[in-house]
């Protein structure tokens, strides 16, 4: 690993690869959390995990320990920049964004998005969600008989939608579109992660300039047209930034995984078909039991301070385990490892909690609910191409995915005997 620290100590922009000490929360086998997380979660829900260059790196993996550490910004920054090196002669390669912002600027830049996010704005949204995910389908179905619900399908839906929302113009959606998988994936150390951040910053502060000129129908120049120039190009593309960060790889990373789970059963598909609603607790029950987003944003204590039992330092890093979180049994019953789609309503964490929870957790519930429907309705007979022990999965991000899933689309014709 390259040591390289800056004045004050660590700079994780210049790391080559990430210790192997800090991956346990981002291990899995299958779908599934690497067994260690819940013997680390009933022994200690709050664990310290390494001690690197002077700083404590400990992760909560309890879910009433988990939602006390997300809804406490007194105890706790947000703020990464001391340990990212950045040049302030480069906005792109400044930290923004909601997920790394204390109050008060959290408080005035998410009070621009949420109006975005209700469910009323929404609701307009509906009509494009439902042509984007049958208009993929159709894609599919043309490509048949086996398909890739991965490239086909789940990545797609998303990008459209997230490049629709924002405004992104035909003519850079291809560009675009590149940017958002290399931004979860750690196996390249902070240089790839926050390489690819300031790739992606710049693009959207371009996107910015541009609209600033001729403000679009989307996102962006909607800010643009109410704000002016109350807001800067550097904080409206790091809002954009967030935007199809929460808004892309998640949602496309669900989509899969989800298919995949849903596919083990063919009762599950038979149940949105038939059952009014079903689709709604389907997808509650996915989230919480797949939390594609492993961790939450890191936080850093304010202080010296007692956590559940444990001596944090002032400084020290914490990881909220949302995957740990979700599975356990205090709250979820002791079959909490298992995908029950009947499962009584209970508040998981896939979206995270308190200020910082994902401002567009609803829009994502609304592509979803559609996307899973049309599947079941469209290939009702749906079911993988390959055997689940050749799929692969994503060794080491902080959103887990599988790399492809190839699928059949229709159940085979019975051979014809020959008469």
């Known amino acids: 690993m390259n040591r390289t620290t800056r004045k004050g100590g660590l700079d994780l922009s210049k790391m080559r690869m990430f210790p192997s000490q800090v991956s346990m929360p981002l291990r899995r086998h299958g779908v599934n959390p690497v067994p260690e997380l819940a013997k680390v979660r009933e022994a200690e829900p709050v664990h310290k995990l390494a001690h690197l260059f002077g700083l404590n790196v400990w992760v909560v993996s309890g879910h009433a320990e988990a939602k006390a550490v997300l809804a406490d910004s007194t105890n706790f920054s947000n703020d990464i920049r001391p340990l990212v090196g950045s040049d302030p002669n480069k906005p792109s390669e400044g930290i923004g964004g909601l997920g790394f912002t204390d109050p008060p600027d959290h408080t005035r830049l998410r009070k621009l998005l949420t109006p975005e996010f209700t469910k009323r704005r929404l609701a307009r949204l509906e009509p494009a969600i439902e042509k984007i995910v ?12 086996v398909a890739d619900i991965v490239s086909d399908f789940a990545f797609n839906v998303p990008f459209l939608l997230i490049a629709d929302l924002l405004g992104v113009e035909e003519s850079d959606r291809d560009r675009f579109r590149a940017l958002g998988p290399a931004r979860f994936d750690l196996s390249g150390g902070g240089i790839g992660v926050f390489g690819s951040a300031s790739e992606s910053r710049d693009f959207l502060f371009e996107i910015v300039r541009k609209q600033r000129k001729n403000p679009g129908d989307g996102l962006i120049g909607s800010i643009i047209r109410e704000q002016g120039d109350d807001i800067d190009d550097v904080e409206l593309g790091g809002l954009a930034d967030g935007v199809f960060l929460g808004g892309y790889e998640t949602s496309a990373s669900m989509l899969a995984l989800g298919t995949l789970v849903l596919m083990r059963n063919p009762e599950n598909f038979e149940r949105i078909r038939n059952e009014p609603g079903a689709v709604d607790a389907i997808v509650e029950e996915l989230l919480r039991y797949l939390t594609v987003v492993q961790v939450a944003f890191p936080r850093f204590a304010r202080h010296d301070q007692e956590l559940f039992g444990q001596q944090v330092k002032k400084g020290d890093l914490v990881a909220v385990s949302l995957s740990g979180a979700d599975r356990d049994k205090e709250v979820f019953g002791p079959d909490a490892e298992e995908f029950w789609p009947r499962r009584a309503p209970a508040a998981h964490l896939a979206f995270g909690h308190g200020m910082h929870r994902c401002v567009g957790a609803e829009l994502a519930r609304m592509e979803l609910r559609a996307a899973f429907s049309a599947l079941a309705h469209r290939f009702p007979d749906l079911s993988l191409a390959i055997p689940e022990e050749q799929l692969r999965f994503r060794d080491f ?15 085979a014709e019975p051979e014809q005997v020959a008469g």
């Open 134 to 145: 049958q208009d993929q389908l159709d894609l599919m179905e043309a490509k048949g008989p």
């Open 397 to 411: 991000s902080i959103v887990y995915g599988v790399e492809t899933l190839p699928v059949q689309l229709h159940a």
